[in-house]
């Protein structure tokens, strides 16, 4: 769930995301009218390889639901083994993450090569090294 704040640079970053070939799910484009969009946020958590969280300093007070979305992807988190990447804290500017993050190494828009970076950290190695799509597109 995307502030509205935020949703201009969320959506270049998601695009740029689709072009490599990953697949996102994006709740501005993944939603259809009627759905019951709480039960499909809560599952699309649930059934993701990772949670790209995206914070600045215009949505990280808010209160909302996606501070719950925020809870539920620590809880998912803590279902994996040690170690795994799933909660990928992208900051899209000089803000602070909360102190539920702290154990979570962050990744700053703003610092170079940090797409590169987020790619290694999502994408199956022997991928990048090969410079191939990540899916076909079809």
Same mark, same amino acid.
């Given at each position: 769930?995307?502030?509205?704040?935020?949703?201009?640079?969320?959506?270049?970053?998601?695009?740029?995301?689709?072009?490599?070939?990953?697949?996102?799910?994006?709740?501005?484009?993944?939603? /259809?009218?009627?759905?019951?969009? $709480?039960?499909?946020?809560?599952? &699309?958590? =649930?059934?993701?390889?990772?949670? *790209? +969280?995206?914070?600045?300093?215009?949505?990280?007070?808010?209160?909302?639901?996606?501070?719950?979305? /925020?809870?539920?992807?620590?809880? $998912?988190?803590?279902?994996?083994? &040690?170690? =795994?990447?799933?909660?990928?804290? *992208? +900051?899209l500017d000089d803000c602070i993450p909360p102190d539920d993050l702290n154990r979570l190494n962050w990744l700053r828009t703003t610092s170079e090569n940090w797409f590169e970076r987020?790619?290694?950290?999502?994408?199956?190695?022997?991928? *990048?090294?090969?410079?191939?799509?990540?899916?076909?597109?079809?």
């Amino acid at each position: 769930h995307i502030l509205y704040e935020d949703q201009q640079e969320v959506t270049v970053i998601t695009n740029k995301l689709n072009d490599k070939g990953v697949v996102t799910w994006f709740d501005d484009s993944d939603l /259809l009218p009627g759905d019951d969009w $709480q039960l499909k946020i809560e599952r &699309a958590i =649930k059934d993701a390889d990772y949670f *790209l +969280l995206f914070l600045s300093s215009r949505t990280i007070e808010k209160v909302g639901f996606k501070n719950r979305e /925020l809870h539920l992807a620590l809880y $998912q988190q803590s279902l994996r083994p &040690a170690g =795994k990447i799933f909660i990928i804290p *992208l +900051l899209l500017d000089d803000c602070i993450p909360p102190d539920d993050l702290n154990r979570l190494n962050w990744l700053r828009t703003t610092s170079e090569n940090w797409f590169e970076r987020l790619l290694k950290a999502i994408a199956p190695k022997q991928v *990048l090294e090969k410079g191939y799509r990540l899916s076909n597109p079809d």
